[in-house]
């Protein structure tokens, strides 16, 4: 096999992990915190998608159209993010997990609907937005400029998710939650406030990365699914509720994806599940996950 | 476990009249039902019997497997393609679906039983996803997103009344089997395991051995009733094995009740006839069903049956409570 | 013998729990360990019931070496232990816990299709009536008061039938009378059902009053071993244990 295909693959699937890495941070996060794992994480990723289709669409700006329709449809669904937290998972934390997960998966069903209904079943996509619409000249090979773009934002999410964990007063919060919740409201923490916005950044996250998914032409019923399933997997890999290990995950899930397809298109994700498998028999937890209690 | 005080004999009838009522309605339902409804009766029954094998593992043992379905699909395929592909006899083809899905069980099982909580139910969920992928992707052998057409069972059974008979014995020799198997030292430990599992193995049991067995069990009755469904349905496709469909039984689970026998049924036979009727005016039929989930969780903790027992308990405690007075 | 460690230790990273212990215990006694907190106690108990695997040295089990075993093969041998923190089954009854301790002990768990309820009536009744539990045979095990679920606990672990019965601080928690009360059944059943009982206690006058042997550990060692009278006049053990800060 020659050096440029493995390159190209390997490139892709950088830019596919940093996809994946958008999207799990959102998951992992709200797991660290709040202890609950978001099955519906990929329907507010794909409901972000949908909206920011149709935003753009009312812009009708050349340029600026997309970006904004991203940040815009960022915002509803952090703003959807606090009904659902606020409305349905408050008054579910006292229960046990698999009543909490059954709740997430209703609200997949139900997003689901909603959208078949306000979209119908299209496959639905935006250009690439300029200066993000040619090709990049990397070693002399030519790659989508759009990747690029994917792989900034993800490093800039990794930067801004650093920032906020480890440099911010929010962020010891947040990690003394994630280990022990009982110490924190000890310390006169209103945990419910602190839930709440985790949960809503969680989903602005994940509308941010539906929105920026829109340019490669896979808006469609069904991405939710899809996009979840492997967010388990980077979540699974790289230990739950970590931030340094869902950056792995997504890293590793990435790359097996894209050999994958190299090797066998059509047991690209059944060789990621064998790469999950692996690592949970080895480390039940991830490998930067911790032990539960 | 629902019946914890001992049991005097002559009570049984007694407490027992009306699951005979049921059974006996339940074999005089084809001279009262529409077509239509006969054949929902068939899938309440069939789901029914999926739910109870899922329910052994979450009621019973404590561990919620989101991939249910697999076992379910291939028990379908199985069956599906011994009787178009090798012409297969019909009921060897059924045993033959029972065992694989009972081997492929063994196999991730082997891998999940290692697990809690909710990374049980990831790995279930992912190793459902896995074999669904290559059910999918395997055009060659499966049939791809077409599935398999015209599965047609023996002339015996052609009718669909000679079928739903055919369903309704299967259900219910399967529900008589793990219910016993439930009140067996097995089922007594796996109870055990889920109450307290560090005790369970200070008593000499070997936890992921009895897991183990547990997951082969209810792998294989969910590949029974893949394998009865498909003949009736006359097809399947790779849709049975989505985590959708796994997901049927946990709701069925959860609605009815998990840690009661019936609850599984009872909640699966609501779910289904609802489903069909809701379809008779609605394609959006996933909201009402996700609205439906949400009510029940806020509203019927518990689920149906087992806030029905503790409204029962709560009134023979007060009565207690007004005859002390 | 039934018991013996032989040089036993246990390291966790750099901590040392258990130091070379060699201490025998034999048939019939009632013997306790006993030693300041973070003495090793548990850990010693942990490395005897298969919890913790030892770093080196050998446990021994009437002759028989079974230092690499897993609990649960322990406890077919016949080494049962109760837990420190209660350890019950909470949405069991009183009845169905013992019972489950003898499926498992007579090794009928793996039987499909016989109702558990009529296995072994006798032997779950003769246990319960002996730690006095006989009357709340069919209360949950999480609505009994704390005393009695300490006596179920030690159903439970008679319902496996052991020769050697480990007790991790049976009366921890309880009342005055309570504790005269365990103390009184564990002496009844050392001689009724010819248990070897090996316990660890910080209370001095239940240790003193049932035990026939005591052995004492300190900072992970064994300093002392003996009769309690000659325990009492070790002077080392006075030192660290009894004279000082406690």
Known sequence: MSFDVLFSQFMSGIARGALLFLVASGLSLTFGVLRVLNFAHGSLYMLGAFLSYSIWKFLLMPVLGFYLAAVIAALIMGGVGMIIEFGLLRRLYARGWP???????????????????????EFLSIPRPRPFTGAVFLFGFPFPSYNFFIIILGLGLVVFLWWL??????????????????????????????????????????????????????????????????????????????????????????QVYAFGILFKPELALAFIFMVMAVVLIIRPWGIFGRPER | MEDHHIEGKDS?????????????????????????????LCEALVMSLMALSFNFLFGYMGQLSFGQAAFYGLGGYTVAMLLTKAHFNFWLSIVAAVLVAALVGLVVGIFCVRLRGIYFAILTLAFGQLIFTIVFKWHNFTGGDDGIQGVFPPELLKSPIAYYYFILLVFLVSAFILWKIIHSPFGHTVVAMRENSERTEFLGIHIAK???????????????????????????????????????????????????????????????????????????????????????????????????????????????QLQKK | MLLETQEISKEFGKLRAVSRVSLGISKGDIHAIIGPNGAGKSTYFNLITGYHRATSGRVLFKGKEITGLPAYRRCRLGITRSFQITSIYPKLTVYESVLMALLSQRKVTLTFFSPAKKFFREEVWGILEDVGLADQASTLGDSISHGDKKRLELAVTLGTEPELLLLDEPTCGMSLEETEVIMGLIKKLSVERGLTILFTEHDMSVVFGIARRISVLHQGALIADGSPEEVRASEEVQKVYLGGST
């Open chain 1, 165 to 254: 964990v480890y440099k911010t007063r929010l962020g010891d919060i947040i990690r003394a939650a994630a280990q022990d919740r009982e110490m924190v409201s000890a310390l006169g923490i209103p945990i419910p406030w602190l839930f709440t916005w985790i949960f809503v950044l969680g989903a602005a996250i994940a509308g941010l990365s539906g929105a920026v998914t829109a340019p490669f032409g896979s808006v469609a019923l069904g991405m939710d699914i899809e996009i979840i399933i492997e967010c388990f997997a980077v979540v699974v890999i790289g230990g739950m509720g970590s931030l340094p290990g869902t950056l792995l995950g997504a890293f590793i899930v990435g």
């Open chain 1, 99 to 121: 009543e909490q997960l059954l709740a997430t998966y209703a609200i997949i069903l139900i997003i689901t609907d909603l959208v078949k209904w306000a979209w119908g079943g």
């Open chain 2, 12 to 40: 049984w009838i007694k407490r027992g009249w009306w699951l005979i009522l049921l059974i006996i309605a339940s074999f005089l339902a084809p001279t009262v039902l529409s077509e239509f409804y006969l054949s929902v």
């Open chain 2, 210 to 320: 009895y897991q183990l067995i547990a997951f082969v069990i209810a792998a294989a009755f969910c590949g029974l009733a893949g394998a009865i469904w498909v003949p009736f349905y006359r097809s399947v496709a790779p849709s049975y094995l989505t985590w959708i469909k796994s997901g049927e039984p946990v709701m069925a689970a959860i609605l009815g009740g998990p840690p009661i026998f019936l609850g599984p049924i009872l909640g699966m036979f609501v779910m289904t006839f609802f489903h069909a009727w809701v379809l008779g005016f609605t394609v959006y039929w996933p909201v009402v069903m996700g609205a439906l989930i949400l009510a029940i969780i806020f509203f019927l903790p518990g689920g149906i049956l087992g806030f029905a027992q503790e409204k029962v308990r709560q009134r023979k405690e007060r009565n207690h």
